[in-house]
């Protein structure tokens, strides 16, 4: 009877973590959803100031940048970035009051506010990656209020929170597992997935149920038959490469610091440089007609649809926006405007390739660049993939992935994620307080990333 009442208990406590658990994915696939219309709701308002009068984003650009670096070195130390390198760091990290502290659901309110504000101010920004970083903050909450002290089972969930928040984000269920394996864990452990399995399908089924099981692109019919056609794997699986290896590159020598004067001014006047990182924002978008603001995901979607046309400055002008927006120090995801810039760069080849549909090269374009800045070459192609609804193109899309992380390896021999994940650990290491990833040297009390 002791046996039997001891095992009772045992299969209670088992159950009831089960519950937490599943709550815990429920919340993530909320709060995502809410996440979503809050960065649409924020985009809307940014379009209908600017058709009042463009030029007030001259204001409105700066002194937002401003006002969310001012908040974040501030109020919300941690949130900054993109939060996908925090959250690979927490993984290797063995202090977990330094884990508490960046996976605090107060930093998790902060990623979701301030990215939202540097949408609305016109930063080239997403939602997607700070997603990831709210999604582990969320399920690590939880592993706290059960006083879980297994460190694997701690690190199962924020490996899962995070893999929710991509599946959720993107309605890319197949995506979030991949992703959470090749960039989050790098591998593949028996006793944490079924955990991460049960998150992304909770989390997926929860944001279906509120917004209808929708794709991110819409769905598209496009092929791409093996023969001619195939010069656009080699094209854009090149181009992309080299441009999204250029961008993973740039943006890990800014982590080590600006260099110069411009890097002391940064040092000394990090909220006033966010300023005039928001008046070349503005001054870009103002050039632009305003199609370098926000996630670019407008553009993106008419473009895979064949609605639009965008010229070679659309993805020029947006790789440098995405760039500069990065360099603020400002919270934001880099998923959404890799996106846009890729599909810029596959419906710019499409032109010059009359035997290819165009709607199939934009999305071998997108592929390309996305696969290059990530390097994570199967995450791009299965997010892709269900993002338009398309399995049709899997066979061109993994040779275009593939190809263009092998490009981008050789121009950034390093993962931007890894990077900047471990230029953080260093600096955690060497100081008492956890911040993000670096945009000033490290000697810099608040540092900042993608």
Not at 264 to 280: D, E, K, M, Y
Not at 408 to 422: F, N, P, Q
């Amino acid at each position: 009877m002791r046996h039997l009442r001891r095992s009772a208990r045992v299969t209670t406590a088992q159950w009831r973590r089960k519950i937490v658990y599943w709550a815990a994915a429920i919340l993530v696939g909320l709060v995502a959803v809410g996440f979503a219309a809050a960065a649409d709701q924020a985009a809307a308002l940014r379009t209908r100031m600017i058709a009042w009068d463009p030029w007030i984003m001259l204001a409105i650009t700066p002194a937002g940048l401003a006002l969310s670096s001012w908040l974040t070195r501030t109020w919300f130390r941690g949130a900054q970035g993109s939060g996908i390198p925090q959250t690979i760091a927490t993984l290797h990290l063995d202090d977990f009051a330094v884990v508490d502290r960046l996976l605090s659901l107060r930093i998790a309110f902060g990623k979701i506010l301030l990215t939202t504000l540097g949408l609305l101010a016109g930063a080239s920004i997403g939602r997607e990656g700070p997603t990831v970083q709210v999604g582990a903050a969320i399920m690590h909450a939880f592993g706290r209020w059960l006083n879980l002290s297994a460190v694997g089972m701690r690190r199962g969930l924020i490996l899962a929170g995070g893999a929710s928040g991509v599946s959720a984000a993107f309605n890319t269920p197949l995506g979030g597992i991949v992703f959470a394996i090749e960039e989050l864990s790098h591998s593949f452990e028996q006793r944490t997935s079924g955990t991460m399995l049960t998150g992304v399908i909770l989390s997926g089924v929860t944001a279906i149920a509120l917004i209808g099981n929708y794709t991110y692109f819409g769905h598209t019919d496009v092929v791409v038959p093996i023969g001619i056609s195939w010069i656009a794997v080699l094209a854009c699986g090149i181009l992309g490469g080299l441009s999204g290896g250029a961008f993973s590159a740039i943006l890990i020598r800014s982590a080590s610091g600006l260099p110069g004067l411009l890097g002391r001014f940064v040092t000394r006047q990090p909220v006033a440089f966010a300023a005039l990182c928001g008046l070349i924002l503005a001054i870009m978008g103002l050039a632009s007609g305003g199609i370098t603001y926000g996630t670019g995901y407008a553009q993106a979607r008419e473009i895979i649809a064949g609605q639009t046309h965008y010229p070679a400055s659309f993805f020029i002008l947006k790789f440098i926006a995405t760039i500069v927006s990065y360099c603020s120090g400002i919270p934001g995801g880099l998923f959404a405007p890799s996106l846009a810039i890729g599909a810029g760069i596959g419906g710019w080849v499409a032109q010059y390739l009359p035997h290819t549909t165009p709607g199939a090269v934009v999305l071998l374009g997108t592929v390309a660049y996305f696969s290059a800045v990530v390097q994570a070459p199967l995450t791009a192609t299965v997010i892709v993939m269900e993002m338009c609804d398309n399995q049709q193109v899997t066979l061109a899309l993994l040779a275009t992935s593939f190809l263009a992380y092998a490009v981008s390896r050789m121009v950034c021999g390093h993962s931007l994620y890894s990077a900047l994940a471990e230029k953080f650990l260093v600096v955690v290491e060497s100081t008492a307080e956890p911040i993000a990833e670096a945009t000033t040297p490290p000697r810099v009390p608040a540092v900042t990333g993608p």
